[in-house]
């Protein structure tokens, strides 16, 4: 048995980071589907901005709706849900045959609006209704304003990937966005069975302290500790009498799902992540790289207890060595929504450009 059909017998779904239109083309993504057990995806500006940078593979695309008089935004919305209807297309049996558990992809909104409630809850209808499909979730960070229309978002019966989570603090922010959600449809007599997903960045963590002077012991160990922590915390939010009373109106859990699990340095294990966050009833979302790599090398370790096992004593250890978790969960999520803001702007850019430049071919 390859290991990653162990990991998703360990119930632990895993998806791909990572959306192009090639991908769709040359069937890599069924590929992916067939022999890696891969049962979603996610997409964010950074990998729509690379995808449709390189190469020519949607200039025909671009060209046919520039001329038809879409610009900037809105040709960009449409482009990219093409793919990702595309991929969820390929992703429904797994869809149906988990009763809507899996089998998901996500398009993020616009990031410019990330401060701004309101006008996230509107695109995340929009782009909910111009989607078409019943297993793609909406992506909304899970900013201060996020957290609003997270739950106007479920409140409304849009199914939301939370995103930009760096701390235990975050994703609960994010659960409780998603329970009051529920339980307000629930008061008005409605279904409470809108998916969600709460995704933890990991990585970022690592990146963040590289230059701070640490125990060997406590090297590449603080996004996992992390990772842990919140697992132990959607486990015991998922013991709580609030969720029984959901699941029993049938409500599904807001499964956890750990995000950017690639490692950057060359010198570890390309698969770090994904063996030590391996746990049932989660989500592991990762680049095209670290699933081959996986695929090829890597090792399942023992799923993370369900008290998240050491992470606190590890965090203990940060917090001696000098870093304050609290902070930089904040400064993360803070830098996280700028990153993802400069790459909507260059995205637009590069849509603007290539729209002129194909229209009048």
Sequence with gaps: MNITKQLHDLQQSLWLDNITRQLLDEGVLQKYIDEFSVTGLTSNPTIFDEAIGKGGYYDAAIRAKAKSGLVGEALFVEIALEDLRRAADLFLPEYRASGGRDGWVSMEVSPLLADDADATL???????GLADRPNLYVKIPGTPAGIKAIEEAIFAGVPVNVTLLFSREQYLAAAEAYLRGLERRLAK???ATISSVASLFVSRWDRAVAGVTLP????DRLGIA???RCYAAYRQLLDTPRWRKLGAAGAEPQRL???STGTKDPKLNPSLYVEALAAPDTINTMPEKTLLAFAAHGALQAPIPTDGGDAEEILQKFAAAGVDIDALALKLQSEGAAS????WQELMELIVVKSAALAKS
Excluded at 122 to 128: D, L, M, R, T
Excluded at 340 to 343: A, D
């Design 122 to 128: 509107a695109a995340a209808i929009s782009i909910h």
């Design 257 to 259: 799902l750990f995000a």
């Design 216 to 219: 060997e012991e406590l090297r």
């Design 226 to 228: 992390i990772g842990r």
């Design 340 to 343: 993802f803001v400069k790459s």
């Design 189 to 191: 007599g409605l279904s």
